[in-house]
């Protein structure tokens, strides 16, 4: 047993666009979230069936009657939209209790030099499978709670709150994890704008060492990096560049079981979902107001919340001849890595924090998120319950943008965290 403590501006014309309001498109059905443009029907058809993969709940290997098959041995969840809910970010943990299904417990050996994929635990595997198939053991349970902890007060005399996880990793199947594995709970982040995301340009990203766009440390290259790792590591679902899942040389009843085809999911099925993500939209907030745009924007920016969540990028997007239209997004996000101070640092089994950098989360859909969910959650494991403690809980490179925010009057705090509730 272990104890942790722990807006889519799109522009498919010849010259750049900046307009606001230019390619948001509004949700009318959560559950069938839309394209950020118009499709040809041959678009059209395979974003269609990347829904439909995106949504299947895959069956275990040679389940009769059942193409969509191969299910772990080892999984967490049985479909995308299992953690993925309307392409939307996955449900942070309202209270102490058993981990919701879209928080996931990445595992990680300290990263080597070159650059290469770190890898996992040596016996569990790059994550820890909380289910698993008839006659194969799941490798264990995830159990977080909460400790409340008061800050000092704002200068108006309001104090502020935020809630400390502890994660209890317990019925580990196959022993202890080693001592140095890194302990990573992720929750499945919102595919909002992914495309878009993907399509800004390298030379927008500053200088630096090139990373990936995707994941809480943009430890995936691309949305297909991103899929296929998903596929395997949190499905049991192999793919033509990863043609193998979880299972480790230690879990021979893991090996030991049948697999669904070589690979699980064909080429076709992969690109279908890899589109579906990609042309995914941003839904707007329904919560715009006029009054706010003009100083809830600066106040962001005299903060320097700005520096790092950058309001807009540029993209280059394809059209129909083959050539490329420039356009600007707005996802507030520079794409780039962060230290964020060893208060969010992640942990390894023998309970020592480990240095950890953040990609900056993109803001866009925030409004949208705040208004349809129950109890939304924020940062990589839902720890912050409003964006207000997701900001208290910056430091290190973000330490002088929270200072800034701690020191706002009450008027001017609240009316950047109602702005906030805009995007």
Known sequence: MIWLGLAVLVGLGAQTETSAALGVTPFADGREPPPYRVLDPAESAQVSLGQSVFNTVWAPARTPGVARSGLGPLFNAASCAACHVGAARGRGPAGDGAAPIALVIQLQTPAGSGGAEADGDPVYGRVLNTAALDGVQAEGSVTVRYRETAGQYYPDGTRWQMRVPHYQLSGLSHGPLAARTIIKPRLAPALFGAGLLEAVPATALGDGPARGRFGWQSESLSIRDQATKAFAREMGLTTGERPRDDCTAAEQDCLQQPDGGTPEVPEPLLQAVVAFVRMLAVPPSPRHDERLAATGAQLFATTGCAACHRPQLPVELPDAGGTRSHAVIAPYTDLRL????????????????????????????????????????FLHDGRARSPEEAILWHSGEAAPARRNFMNLWGRPRETLLHWLETL
């Open 338 to 377: 962060h230290d964020l101070g060893m208060e969010m640092a992640d942990e390894n089994a023998a309970g020592a924090r480990v240095p950890s950098r953040w990609r900056t989360a993109p803001l866009w859909g925030l409004g949208y998120r705040m208004t349809t969910e129950a109890h939304p959650t």
